[in-house]
């Protein structure tokens, strides 16, 4: 199973972009990469899906590069509503779906 | 759509008691999966089912968890007895399975408190 790495912890300001670097070296074939966004008291909710090069929809971007080992989620212009905690999972839709320590992102005034 | 439930939002029970957890998970998911949060060791997989079938239950701490699925809408996770230790939430999420990259929709938790 594909593990990942991410930064514990970022602080932005409002307005900013922000990007967030997940590793994944030893991603499979098979694997997608998703990012869901968890607030306090809440279920994680599914932000952005990707295989590889590049995916934006309303919310964020999605950057993977050919190799496929890292991915780079991208907030343009966060508000302080994107606070919250960021995961970065790799798998195939029917694995066992294992979710990292996540970034907790803290956006200031 | 309504989207994952789960019941009751909070439970607050005395060590040694049974607690049961209730999923319903979006109808047409053919995926189940329930995973455990604390501040301690953050989001954990319990176990998971494939149309109705446990496929992996590694997750599962000890014999005191078990978990079923005894049809496509429905999904309970027992502790019996249960321990101070067990208090954390306990998320259920389904996704519609059968092919690649489904998304995970979550249900919005059970926060469990053993005394």
């Known amino acids: 199973l594909a593990k990942t790495t991410q930064p514990i912890s970022m602080d932005s300001y409002e307005g900013q972009e922000v990007n967030i670097t997940c590793s994944h070296n030893?991603?499979?074939?098979?694997?997608?990469i998703t990012w869901y966004q968890q607030f306090p008291s809440q279920g994680p909710r599914f932000i952005i899906q990707?295989?590889?090069t590049k995916v934006t929809n309303e919310v964020a971007s999605l950057f993977i590069p050919a190799d496929r080992k890292s991915s780079t989620l991208s907030l343009p212009r966060v508000s302080l509503s994107d606070t919250a905690v960021y995961y970065c999972?790799?798998?195939?839709?029917?694995?066992?779906?294992?979710f990292g320590t996540g970034t907790r992102l803290q956006v200031f005034p | 759509d309504a989207g994952v439930i789960q019941s009751p939002r909070h439970e607050v029970t005395e060590m040694g008691q049974e607690v049961t957890l209730r999923c319903k998970p979006i109808?047409?998911?053919?995926?189940l999966f329930w995973y455990r949060q604390t501040m301690m060791r953050g989001l954990e997989l319990l176990i998971y089912f494939n149309n109705n079938v446990p496929i992996d239950d590694s997750g599962m701490p000890e014999d005191r968890f078990s978990a079923k699925m005894p049809n496509a809408s429905f999904s309970t996770l027992k502790i019996q007895p249960s321990e101070p230790r067990d208090s954390a939430v306990y998320f259920c999420a389904s996704n519609p399975g059968g092919g690649p990259g489904s998304p995970l929709h979550f249900g919005n938790g059970t926060r469990l408190t053993v005394t």
């Open positions: 999972l790799v798998g195939y839709n029917t694995d066992k779906l294992i």
């Open positions: 030893n991603i499979a074939t098979n694997d997608y």
């Open positions: 109808s047409g998911h053919n995926s």
């Open positions: 990707g295989y590889k």
